[in-house]
């Protein structure tokens, strides 16, 4: 009993450890956000006069609120769309019997590896030959096809499942193809549905390289980019970059923490099945 | 289909049967070509942004090119380069010791948390320690590299904790030396996947039967015999996933290099991610930043497969 005892708290102060290991990096930024702008703050300590104004100076330098409008714009024209047509190929691949869809599917998980750095170059001269390069489009085109190796194969993994009794019954009752789709099989994939859009949206969010090389202009780009560019300006001033950051990144968290257990049950399926 | 072909046949089978079959025969190549249009739109966009970009890599990797001027054929000239240039050399050796610290760290720590956690955490704390372990793959990277240089700079969480438990001498510029940059940037890689691994493979150890550990304890195993004998073996899947996600992760890292330490000092944490953007937008040389890029994703496969292939071949068994 007391060994199991024991143990029990070595397990959880473990834990716990682990836990502040990970919540360090925020707590470390938060404390040298009230640092008055411009100081050098020492590790971990709380100031003597907390600057609350920093958080609202950052958010004027970073100009937040266009780069938030321009983040969900992004988002918005990136992942219905994806979500939309990697859920009618996983059907196709997954439910109905195609000749030759084997090999589509193949093709499309050869793409599960692709590092983005591979294709950066080649995309920057055909965004720039389609003009669009600086433009959000210039992040949403190329993001939506870059979708479709993970989107495909998540959707037809749910499609496969999917019980074929009822597209047989539903045949019988002289449906479509079409109407098989949307009445019958799209809301039975319901929760693969927002999973996907979940992850998504995350890794949209979060897109760097891209916004990065596509797009100069931070009010164009992504979060991530914005915060990117952001620490390019105003690198060496600690309390406002750490304030800037803790701004960009407070959208995510609070969606993290209403939606946890979406999140982490989409981002556990997502990598099992990626 | 059926439905709409049945009555026919009801009326007269014999010498009916020979029209309805041409019309299966039509309208199963119509579904066939329906089908496709299912397939279609996700095909186009794929082709348009990574097929066709691919084999663009693929095309400018056999050109010198600037970017502007006409390209001349260059032959594998710029593979040459690839596997016998010094430099890029070190580049790629480096992303195979940020595995070391992407994969080695979260999967062999990531085990030993979510050996201890499923033996002894329960219910509430666990669901907490799920969220806040997870955090780190919610925010983005470019955070996890800016919050990090902060921490390892000489005014940072880390030396500070260093001078207090009497190790003052050790505390120095992390990011800024030449022997501990490459280190300290897999550090931060080991941060951002350590929670991801741990989760996967805490939820993996759950799926366990209990049982089997209530045998194991009465044939008077140990924790360790037990972790060997029952534990590892059936989380072969959920450590290959680590394996690749960390692998990928790894190899293909840009975002924490960027913005920790741009590669340098010198070339110490220059990765390949890194030099393509480098060598295509500021040097110019997209012949060569092509044929690393394509180097790059032989790579990620040529590690991944084998991982895959080993999973594959246990679940057979």
Redesign the interface.
Known sequence: MIIARR??V???V??VI??G??????V??FT?ALFPSGT?????SWPAHPQWGNFVQAFDVANMGAIFASSVSIVIGVVPVSV???T??G???GH?R??G?QI?FV??V??L??????????????IRDMDLLGSRWAII??L???F??F??YWMRAHFISAPRELSEAA????AT??QL?WRVHVPLARPALASLAILLS?WT??Q??LS??LVDNPTNGT??GA??AF?GEWGTN?PL??AG?LL??TP??IL??VF?RH??TA??QG??K? | MTSAISPVRSIGESHLTAAPRALTKRRARGAQLRGWLFVIPALVAYAAFVLWPIFQTFRYSFYNWDGVDPAQWAGAQNYKTVFSNEQLIGVIGHAFELILFFSGIPVVLGLAVATVMRRFVTGRMSTVARTVLFLPQVVPLVAAGIAWSWMLSTTGVVDEVLSKVGLGSLAQSWLGGFNTALPAVGVIGAWVLLGLCTVLLYAGMTKVDPALYESAQLDGAGPFREFLAITLPALRQEVAVCVTVTVIAALSAFDIVYISTQGGPGDATMVPGLEIYQLAFYNRQVGLASALALVLMVLVIGCILPVQWFARRGAEQ
Do not use: H, K
Not at chain 1, 171 to 174: E, L, N, T
């Open positions: 143990n029990s070595t397990g959880t473990l834990l682990l836990m290991v990970t919540l360090l990096p925020f470390s930024m040298s050098y703050p020492l590790g971990i939309l047509i990697a009618l190929a059907f196709a691949l109905l195609l000749r869809g589509a093709l499309f050869l793409g590896t692709l590092p983005f750095e591979g294709v950066i170059v080649p995309l920057y001269y055909e085109l190329p939506i096809g870059l479709m190796p989107g495909v045949r019988v009752d002289g193809t079409w789709f995350v969010w979060n760097f390289l990065l090389v979060m991530a915060l990117g620490q600690i970059l750490s950051s960009i990144l995510t968290i993290f923490v946890q999140f982490v981002l556990l990598s099992l990626g």
